[in-house]
């Protein structure tokens, strides 16, 4: 029955057209910004004019004293609110993040104060009439800057956020570097990316009664935001429901409120009113969280023929001031070489602070890691001069090859990149095309071939406290059509289509039968929504299981009614038939009609009504793959890159509406395609953004995207119904195949330094061979310096400039006999999901050590040694994998610090004081 | 702020009401006359998705002030369909081929579509496609909005698919 491959069914794997789209083509959605409620006001905010300096003072007078203001709020006023600015995984953020600024600005676009009024227009009106003093700092911009500058928050002591791996260089791994036949040595500096979303953010906070709050906002999941919002707020004792209809695309910005959707949800609790906000584009590319911003600098060793050997990545990312995760990305490095042969990896991966607008996620978060590897490959392929199809034939593991474990021990089961790649080139014709390239080199034209393969972990459930399972809940009315209420939510990616397709193919009836309901945390359970392209594996799943239950119990009644056993009863369109007796077909609606309607007529025991539900907990991991084939002409002249053709050959499993799944492929290739050549948020030396309007932050249009071929591989996952997930595939493997092409193009005048975008400045730099992208584009010095750095030379930390020197800090009052070590410390350990709060308990006796430490999760007991200040002691965790963790830690006086090696992982900081 | 009493004809009904002289368009549909199918991506210009026809033409909603089209004819997209529901020749094409995701960008898709493929209109392929240029669509990669103007171009003016 639940055999894991569906293929194609009477609805799974057919073009059916989506349910969403008649009410939004004939403009009936409904977006926040449609909901109007009697008594609503409107918000605005005054956002800080600099990236960093004390707030001296606030004059709110004049503001207040407008026609039509209502209230003015700072976050003095709604200081008295204790908001816990949790991230993703619903842990605390290292540094104090208020909603609204607290003192101190540390972004151009910070909020500062909120304005409450009539109208939109009156609200921003005040906004610009509120005085607010700043004390002007010189901020920290770039990665480059925030290594040695002032730490953007006072309470730190660098502006590194979160780092993993190991600094200290391994001399195994380095021997193999250096001792290799080849050594290649790739840089890429990642641009800072604005998710942008058509509909920017917004939100509608309505209090209903005094325990009631409901909340239109745009969001990725209503669910997730219910239980994000009860945490941060403190708000265990007020039923809150999130109602989102519609919503303009997410890509990773919607994930969870933020700064500007909290204040207006306080503002709300304070002045009691109903209060929308609606951000304008402005404010959303300056002050809506953004994404990406990363340097990587990966040393790969191979043989003579082209076999990896070994690999090193240091990676940093700029996480801005208040990101919505202080991370380091560890994903880069846990699935860099996932999918090839490589023997032995090592990394050193931080996050570092500036005075900019924090991170969010975008869509393929850890997309670096494909870009680089891919990008290093066909670097390598030419290099040793072999073919890129024959670098990934040699390196990538086969299905022959599995189950194995990764270099970063990820158990490697079903990924079928290497069988992605040979159909790919079954129906692109690669030496037909190198023919054509020669030809028109000899012609002075530049065309190139990309070619790029990937793997992607989908479906998480159950390794993140917010990635859980899927629940489906189906029912067939007394009608006898068919609704379904689904934890699954939708910013644009029709899962009202795909669960309705699933669950009529599954239950027997028509399609134009089922309704699917999802968008409102009071109706469904509990999911993270859209996030790491899991909702088809997952929901898909449950929404399986949920109808073969519903069925059984439609053959057992109807079996009853018919005195004839259940296995002989079919569903078939809307009827329960009887094999070989045409006579006794049902419809469902009479069957429904009983089931709710004539408990006496029901088998003994058996429930009144046609309704089931089912919450499905998929495998732990599930993998897509791909490869993907793009050319390029190049002109020399200009630098103008044209795509001539793009092919993707993806395996997601079971497709359950393959023209779904087209849409979702193309979306993220198109968005990779304006990450590779147009994309670009910029602030200038004083941290402005400089990409403030959609004409200076270039986003794909028409004309920049290329009719995309299709070939589906299609091979049925483990999970149940056999979907692999196919959200974010496009957008991480579309970069390096347009890298790609471009270098291939490019390759007789050298290697393209990988600073993106590759606007046609930058490639024009590398076809005349003169600098000029550092003398147009970079108002930053140490730019040009990273710029010239780029492709075979290791990343060298360019010379800090015009940099504030860190405050001195007062030495730390000196023990006054030995450290005083028994007793609670309160230590934060940084940990790949962000930092984590605990309590250690130290006794010693002598040379010996026992305690526990003590968190949200648990208590767990250890004892370990003590070597003057220094304590020494191992902690096994099963979570999210086993292993060992080695504290060492140093007491120095009342402060502790240390670090925490984590097996794979690297080391993790560690830092505390007396508790 | 002068208060302006503006009048003009919305989706065949006559609409009257009262909007400051900075009110934008597509504020003015929204807002004062419950058009929530104009949908507002940028607020200068770039976009697309504030289209509407003002007078025949295709016009972006956030680049004309209310006051400008006093007494005007204007269609958003709630005007298209037919009174049964049956969908407008454009709607129809764009739901065939898949070419939208969110929905957000659709109505000013649908609109300038509308505007070129009015009977009367010759635009060609070309033309269609040069004006979706105009069209930011974060979600689709425009493939399916591509097929729909290469087919709406194809069918003669008037018999559109
Ligand atoms: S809102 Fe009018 S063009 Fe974007
Ligand atoms: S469908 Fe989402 S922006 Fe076009």
Same mark, same amino acid.
């Given at each position: 029955m639940n055999a894991p491959g569906v293929g194609t069914g009477r609805y799974i794997g057919q073009r059916v057209r989506r349910k969403e789209d008649p009410r939004l083509l004939t403009g009936r959605g409904q977006f926040v910004d449609d909901i109007v409620v009697p008594g609503m006001l409107h918000a605005a905010f005054t956002r800080s004019p600099i990236a960093r300096g004390r707030i001296v003072s606030i004059d709110t007078a004049i503001a207040r004293d407008v026609p039509g203001v209502h209230a003015v709020y700072t976050q003095a006023d709604l200081a008295h609110f204790k908001v816990d600015m949790i991230n993703f995984y619903l842990v605390s953020p290292a540094v104090e993040t208020t909603p609204l600024a607290n003192g101190r600005v540390a972004y151009v676009g910070e909020p500062v104060a909120l304005v409450i009024a009539d109208s939109r227009h009156i609200a921003e009106d005040a906004a610009s009439l509120v005085e607010v003093q700043y004390a002007d700092e010189t901020p920290v911009v770039s990665i480059a800057q925030a290594r040695s500058g002032a730490p953007v928050h006072p309470a730190t002591?660098?502006?590194?956020?979160?780092?993993?791996?190991?600094?200290?260089?391994?001399?195994?791994?380095?021997?193999?570097?250096?001792?290799?036949?080849?050594?290649?040595?790739?840089?890429?500096?990642?641009?800072?990316?604005?998710?942008?979303?058509?509909? $920017?953010?917004?939100?509608?906070?309505?209090?209903?009664?005094?325990?009631?709050?409901?909340?239109?906002? $745009?969001?990725?999941?209503?669910?997730?935001?219910?239980?994000?919002?009860?945490?941060?707020?403190?708000?265990?004792?007020?039923?809150?429901?999130?109602?989102?209809?519609?919503?303009?695309?997410?890509?990773?910005?919607?994930?969870?409120?933020?700064?500007?959707?909290?204040?207006?949800?306080? !503002?709300?609790?304070?002045?009691?009113?109903?209060? =929308?906000?609606? %951000?304008?584009?402005?404010?959303?590319?300056?002050?809506?969280?953004?994404?990406? %911003?990363?340097?990587?600098?990966?040393?790969?060793?191979?043989?003579?023929?082209?076999?990896?050997?070994?690999?090193?990545?240091?990676?940093?990312?700029?996480?801005?001031?208040?990101?919505?995760?202080?991370?380091?990305?560890? @994903?880069?490095?846990?699935?860099?070489?996932?999918?090839?042969?490589?023997?032995?990896?090592?990394?050193?991966?931080?996050?570092?602070?500036?005075?900019?607008?924090?991170?969010?996620?975008?869509?393929?978060?850890? @997309?670096?890691?494909?870009?680089?590897?891919?990008?290093?490959?066909?670097?390598?392929?030419?290099?040793?001069?072999?073919? *890129?199809?024959?670098?990934?034939?040699?390196?990538?593991?086969?299905?022959?090859?599995?189950?194995?474990?990764?270099?970063?021990?990820?158990?490697? %089961?079903?990924?079928?990149?290497?069988?992605?790649?040979?159909?790919?080139?079954?129906?692109?014709?690669? @030496?037909?095309?190198? &023919?054509?390239?020669? !030809? @028109?080199?000899?012609?002075?034209?530049?065309?190139g071939l990309g070619i790029a393969t990937y793997i992607e972990p989908t479906g998480a459930a159950g390794s993140i406290v917010t990635m859980t399972g899927e629940l489906a809940q189906v029912r067939i009315e007394p009608t006898g059509r068919v609704t379904a209420t689904m934890s699954t939510h939708s910013q644009g990616h029709g899962t009202a289509t795909t669960m309705a397709q699933i669950i009529a193919d599954r239950l027997g009836v028509p399609y134009e039968d089922v309704t699917v309901f999802e968008g409102d945390s009071s109706r469904g359970g509990f999911s993270p929504g859209a996030a790491g392209s899991r909702q088809g594996v997952v929901a898909g799943g449950a929404a399986i299981k949920a109808s073969e239950l519903l069925a059984d119990k439609v053959r057992l009644l109807a079996g009853h009614l018919l005195e004839t056993s259940p296995d002989l009863v079919r569903i078939e369109n809307g009827m329960a038939h009887v094999a070989g007796k045409p006579e006794l077909s049902r419809s469902l609606r009479s069957i429904a009609e009983i089931a709710y309607g004539e408990p006496d007529r029901l088998p003994p025991g058996l429930e009144p009504g046609l309704e089931a539900q089912y919450r499905y907990q998929p495998p732990p991991m599930t993998l897509a793959s791909a490869a993907n084939a793009c050319v390029v002409e190049v002109d020399a002249e200009t630098g103008m890159v044209k795509i001539l053709r793009w092919i993707s050959a993806e395996d997601c499993g079971t497709a359950i509406n393959p023209a779904v799944v087209e849409g979702q492929i193309a979306g993220g290739l198109a968005q990779a395609i304006g990450m590779v050549l147009l994309e670009e948020m910029t602030f200038d030396a004083a941290g402005n953004p400089t990409a403030a309007t959609y004409k200076d932050y270039l986003l794909p249009a028409i004309s920049d995207i290329p009719d995309f071929e299709f070939v589906h591989c299609s091979t049925p996952s483990k999970s149940v119904g056999g979907m692999r997930g196919v959200g974010e595939g496009g957008a991480i493997i579309g970069a390096p195949t347009l890298v790609n092409a471009i270098a291939d193009a490019l390759a007789p005048f050298g290697e393209i330094p990988l600073r993106l975008p590759l606007t046609p400045t930058r490639l024009?730099?590398?076809?005349?061979?003169?600098?000029?992208?550092?003398?147009?584009?970079?108002?930053?010095?140490?730019?040009?310096?990273?710029?010239?750095?780029?492709?075979?030379?290791?990343?060298?930390?360019?010379?800090?400039?015009?940099?504030?020197?860190?405050?001195?800090? !007062?030495?730390? *009052?000196? !023990?006054?006999?030995?450290?005083?070590?028994d007793g609670d410390w309160k230590m934060v350990l940084s940990?790949?999901?962000?930092?984590?709060?605990?309590?250690?308990?130290?006794?010693?006796?002598?040379?010996?050590?026992?305690?526990?430490? =003590?968190?949200?999760?648990?208590?767990?007991?250890? $004892?370990?040694?003590?070597?003057?200040?220094?304590?020494?002691?191992?902690? &096994?965790?099963?979570?999210?994998? &086993?292993? $060992?963790? &080695?504290?060492?830690?140093?007491?120095?006086?009342?402060?502790?610090?240390? =670090?925490? =090696?984590?097996?794979?992982f690297g080391t993790a900081k560690l830092v505390g004081e007396r508790g | 702020m002068s208060e302006h009493r503006i009048s003009m004809t919305i989706n065949g009904l006559r609409h009257v009401s009262n909007?400051?002289?900075?009110?934008?368009?597509?504020?003015?549909?929204?807002?004062?006359?419950?058009?929530?199918?104009?949908?507002?991506?940028?607020?200068?210009?770039?976009?697309?998705?504030?289209?509407?026809?003002?007078?025949?033409?295709?016009?972006?909603?956030?680049?004309?002030?209310?006051?400008?089209?006093?007494?005007?004819?204007?269609?958003?997209?709630?005007?298209?369909?037919?009174?049964?529901?049956?969908?407008?020749?454009?709607?129809?094409a764009l739901y065939d081929e898949f070419a939208l995701q969110c929905g957000f960008c659709t109505p000013g898709v649908v609109m300038t579509l509308a505007a070129l493929t009015a009977p009367g209109s010759k635009a060609n392929e070309q033309q269609l496609l040069a004006a979706m240029s105009g069209h930011i669509c974060r979600c689709t990669g425009y493939q399916g909005i591509r097929r729909a103007a290469k087919k709406l171009a194809a069918a003669p003016a008037g018999e559109q698919p």
């Open positions: 002591t660098s502006n590194i956020s979160a780092q993993m791996g190991e600094e200290e260089p391994d001399e195994e791994l380095e021997a193999l570097l250096r001792d290799a036949p080849h050594l290649i040595t790739h840089q890429v500096v990642h641009q800072r990316i604005s998710q942008s979303p058509m509909e $920017t953010r917004g939100v509608l906070a309505v209090r209903d009664g005094a325990e009631e709050l409901t909340l239109y906002i $745009t969001c990725q999941s209503p669910h997730l935001v219910a239980r994000w919002v009860s945490l941060a707020l403190g708000l265990r004792q007020t039923a809150i429901r999130v109602i989102a209809k519609d919503v303009g695309g997410g890509f990773g910005l919607k994930n969870h409120p933020w700064k500007e959707e909290v204040s207006v949800i306080l !503002a709300v609790l304070a002045f009691g009113r109903p209060l =929308k906000w609606i %951000e304008d584009r402005y404010e959303n590319l300056i002050g809506a969280n953004q994404s990406r %911003e990363a340097e990587m600098v990966l040393r790969t060793a191979f043989d003579a023929e082209g076999r990896v050997l070994a690999s090193h990545g240091d990676y940093s990312c700029n996480n801005g001031a208040y990101p919505q995760l202080e991370e380091c990305n560890i @994903a880069v490095h846990m699935f860099l070489w996932a999918a090839y042969k490589m023997p032995r990896y090592g990394f050193l991966t931080r996050g570092w602070y500036t005075n900019t607008v924090g991170l969010a996620a975008y869509r393929g978060p850890w @997309a670096m890691e494909s870009l680089i590897r891919e990008t290093a490959l066909d670097v390598a392929a030419r290099r040793i001069g072999i073919d *890129p199809i024959e670098i990934r034939r040699r390196n990538l593991v086969r299905l022959q090859d599995q189950p194995t474990l990764s270099c970063m021990s990820i158990p490697i %089961e079903d990924i079928t990149p290497a069988e992605c790649l040979e159909q790919l080139v079954q129906y692109f014709d690669v @030496a037909a095309f190198r &023919k054509e390239q020669a !030809a @028109a080199r000899k012609a002075g034209r530049y065309l024009l730099s590398l076809i005349e061979g003169r600098d000029l992208a550092a003398k147009v584009e970079h108002p930053q010095p140490e730019e040009a310096s990273a710029a010239t750095a780029a492709a075979d030379t290791p990343a060298t930390v360019p010379a800090p400039v015009d940099q504030p020197v860190p405050a001195a800090r !007062a030495p730390e *009052p000196a !023990a006054p006999s030995g450290p005083q070590i940990t790949p999901v962000g930092p984590q709060a605990m309590v250690g308990h130290f006794e010693t006796d002598g040379t010996a050590l026992s305690g526990y430490l =003590k968190s949200e999760q648990g208590s767990m007991g250890f $004892t370990g040694i003590v070597e003057g200040n220094r304590l020494k002691f191992d902690l &096994k965790v099963d979570k999210p994998m &086993k292993i $060992t963790l &080695k504290y060492d830690i140093t007491i120095e006086g009342a402060r502790l610090t240390g =670090k925490v =090696k984590m097996g794979i | 909007a400051e002289a900075r009110v934008s368009l597509s504020d003015f549909l929204r807002g004062n006359a419950g058009c929530t199918g104009v949908h507002i991506g940028c607020e200068h210009g770039v976009c697309g998705a504030c289209t509407v026809i003002v007078d025949g033409l295709a016009v972006r909603g956030c680049l004309m002030l209310a006051v400008q089209a006093e007494g005007a004819e204007v269609t958003t997209v709630e005007g298209l369909a037919a009174g049964d529901g049956t969908l407008h020749p454009v709607q129809q």
